[in-house]
């Protein structure tokens, strides 16, 4: 200190600490000089001295007017040491920069004035407080006071020239303090971090592109600031990085797939196509080097095909597509799970586009790599279950065609069909809304005939005798009328000459019992009209209610389409079909006579022609048993309407139809104990609330 009072007259002093700026400007020159003589001399103490005595005495205290004095010495100091200014920076610098963030403006503002000129002089000497110098203007940038943010940006350019020309700036060194920095919010920190970044990108010594994942993140927070130009140079940063990737040969794919992938999720617009735009590139160009990746590429794609945006769900497609060209093995990362797991996720989207391309990878996962996907089946099973309840008919269709593949194999086939009259069981609405497409849609995927057999089997067992009866009806409607099952309607009509239709008569018969209208409509299907009328005949009372003539004039109104015109031609020849006739008379008398079903069967029956019967014929036909009557004519046995064989006596192509009739009895016997069982506890609970209404107090 006192070295320092021995070269430093006590007026310029005075000067230093005055509060008129020309009085300090002019003490400062006095110290640029003194000090200018101190290096000449090489007496480096001394200044050490100087330069002491200023930073303890001024920039150090309490009075602003000191401060203000000694950031001006310490500048007018390092402009009097010139060349010789480095070695004394470790003292200079430190106490500017801690001037920064002092409380009065005008001592920010002189900080950076000091500051400023410091760089000037000493120029590459300068990048070691590179970090510090960086931090201090980063909070200046948004300094309260107008007059700072000027001078603070002067300072900036001036810090951008040396860093840009010198070969000592150490990028690794830097990273770090801009990754703390990237997340600010405040609009001016920005634009200084973003201004920064495309500069030190400028510079062709500095690799920023192999530090991009540690600030990529940021460039894509500030593409939602609500300032346009922050906006615009965060998305001409990134652009420029872009294009840089798609020129380099060696880039870090993963770490920004990860950043990229969470930002396509942004609910900014702009952020989502940037993002999606950034994974649509790195798609096209990583390729292989994306496998580890593709599960959660997929997971933000899939839900930007169906965005609001066009322009993003254009790019998400594309995107998707690429994606789905990459024919990757699970023996090189690639996880089949994972990627199965997202579809999985999004089938619960609340969008039908997305939903759709999530069936359409598990689909292509089935074809591509069967075996991997089998041993995820139990984690997905549930779920493309569920989806047979969606409210798009294309996602039913789509599920459907994914089920059909996985039931290739006979467990899993049959494992499906269980499942699925599980699920008809639980939600009847399902079997009402959907069970019609579903499965017609199976017998298209899957073979029909095997598709019914299996069905039929599961209902024979089924303990929900209400559930099974309703659920026949609904397979024997779909029968009945639904094109895909033409092949098995025909296979039907030669059940009494084939042994294939046989087969399969006796096959839907087990559980076609459970209902007697579906048993009458397979047996006019099957052209097995003498048990037809058997069945009809075996009816009692407590068979015959609504719910029976509902199906009965559902039945009628099909006689008169298309799929039964064979048995509407059949009516021209009264003599060979005449179990026909009995059969539909026999419906006839069970209709009410005011029902319209009552008038189509009666109007049809009387275009029937009259020919006359032999009058052997009309006894046997008329007796109790059919089973007991063998028909005559033209001297041969009859045994079915239009079938002419050897006497069998209830053996018919092999069918035992008396052993048929008795199993239909046995079927509809439970049915009717259910239906007793169910009256008497629905009385039971009527009788309880009168009780509890009649004792209740009024």
């Known amino acids: 200190m006192a070295d320092a009072l021995s070269v430093i007259p006590a007026a310029v002093l005075r000067n230093l600490s005055d509060k008129l700026y020309e009085k300090r400007k002019n003490a400062a020159l006095e110290v640029e000089g003194i000090v200018k003589q101190l290096a000449s001399s090489g007496d480096h103490e001394k200044i050490s001295a100087v330069i002491n005595l200023l930073t303890t005495e001024f920039t150090y205290s309490p009075q602003a007017n000191h401060r203000k004095g000694g950031l001006i010495g310490l500048a007018a100091a390092t402009v009097g040491l010139t060349s010789e200014a480095a070695q004394h920076l470790e003292q200079i610098v430190p106490p500017v920069l801690n001037s920064f963030s002092d409380q009065d403006s005008r001592v920010r503002y002189y900080a950076c004035e000091a500051l400023y000129n410091i760089a000037k002089v000493v120029r590459g000497d300068f990048i070691i407080f590179f970090n510090q110098i960086f931090d201090a203007l980063c909070k200046l940038s948004a300094d309260s006071d107008a007059n700072v943010q000027s001078a603070a940006h002067l300072l900036d350019r001036l810090v951008k020239d040396i860093v840009t020309e010198s070969d000592q700036f150490s990028i690794e060194e830097f990273i770090p303090l801009l990754r703390e920095r990237m997340n600010v919010l405040n609009p001016y920190v920005r634009q200084f971090l973003v201004v920064w970044i495309t500069v030190l990108d400028s510079v062709p010594d500095i690799d920023m592109l ?324 058997a069945v009809i005949q075996s009816l009692v009372e407590e068979d015959i209610n609504v719910k029976f003539l509902i199906q009965l004039d559902k039945l009628i109104r099909l006689l008169e389409t298309p799929i039964f015109a064979y048995l509407r031609l059949q009516l021209l020849e009264p003599r060979r079909y005449i179990w026909l006739l009995k059969a539909l008379n026999g419906l006839l008398m069970l209709l009410p006579q005011q029902s319209a079903a009552f008038k189509i069967l009666r109007t049809r029956l009387k275009t029937v022609p009259s020919y006359s019967f032999n009058g052997d014929q009309l006894r046997r036909v008329s007796s109790g048993n059919p089973y007991s009557q063998i028909l005559h004519h033209s001297g041969s046995q009859i045994t079915e309407d239009g079938d002419i064989n050897q006497d069998n006596g209830n053996l018919q192509n092999g069918i035992n139809f008396a052993s048929r009739l008795q199993q239909l009895e046995q079927m509809q016997q439970q049915h009717r104990m259910l239906a007793k069982s169910q009256a008497r506890n629905s009385s039971t609970s009527l009788s309880k609330g009168e009780v509890e209404n009649k004792t209740s107090p009024i």
């Not at 460039?219 to 130009?229: A, P």
């Not at 872009?242 to 942004?266: C, F, H, W």
């Not at 965005?307 to 993003?312: G, L, V, Y």
């Open 210 to 533: 192999g530090f991009l994942p540690d600030f990529l993140d940021g460039l894509f927070n500030m593409l939602s600031d609500s300032s346009h130009e922050i906006r615009q140079q965060a998305d001409s940063a990134l652009s420029e990085f872009l294009q840089e990737i798609k020129n380099s040969p060696s880039v870090d794919y993963g770490r920004m797939t990860e950043i990229l992938v969470q930002r396509a999720a942004s609910p900014d617009e702009f952020t989502r196509l940037t993002a999606i735009t950034w994974i649509n590139e790195f798609v096209k160009l990583g390729r292989d080097q994306l496998v580890p990746y593709y599960a959660d590429i997929l997971g933000a794609i899939l839900p930007c095909i169906s965005d609001k945006e066009e322009k993003i769900r254009v790019v998400a497609h594309e995107t998707n597509e690429e994606l789905r060209a990459v024919k990757a093995d699970p023996a090189e990362a690639f996880d089949v799970g994972a990627i199965l797991s997202i579809a999985r996720r999004q089938l619960d989207s609340e969008w039908e586009a997305t939903r759709i391309e999530a069936l359409h990878w598990i689909s292509t996962l089935l074809n591509r790599h069967r075996a991997e996907v089998l041993c995820f089946l139990n984690d997905i099973f549930d779920t493309l279950l569920k989806a047979l309840s969606d409210s798009s008919n294309e996602v039913v269709l789509r599920v459907l065609e994914i089920h059909a593949c996985i039931a290739q194999d006979p467990l899993h086939f049959r494992q499906l069909l269980v499942f699925l009259v599980h699920n008809f069981r639980v939600d009847h609405s399902l079997l009402e809304r959907r069970g019609a497409l579903i499965i017609r849609r199976l017998c298209v995927l899957l073979d029909a005939e095997r598709v019914y057999r299996e069905l039929s089997t599961i209902l024979e067992g089924e303990a929900d005798l209400d559930f099974a009866c309703i659920m026949v009806q609904a397979l024997n409607l779909i029968l009945l009328t639904s094109a895909e099952l033409s092949e098995l309607r025909e296979l039907l009509k030669q059940s009494l000459v084939n042994a294939a239709g046989k087969d399969l008569f006796v096959s839907l018969y087990a559980s076609w019992c459970h209902s007697p209208m579906a048993i009458i409509s397979l047996c006019l299907l099957a052209q097995t009209y003498q048990h037809a009328s």
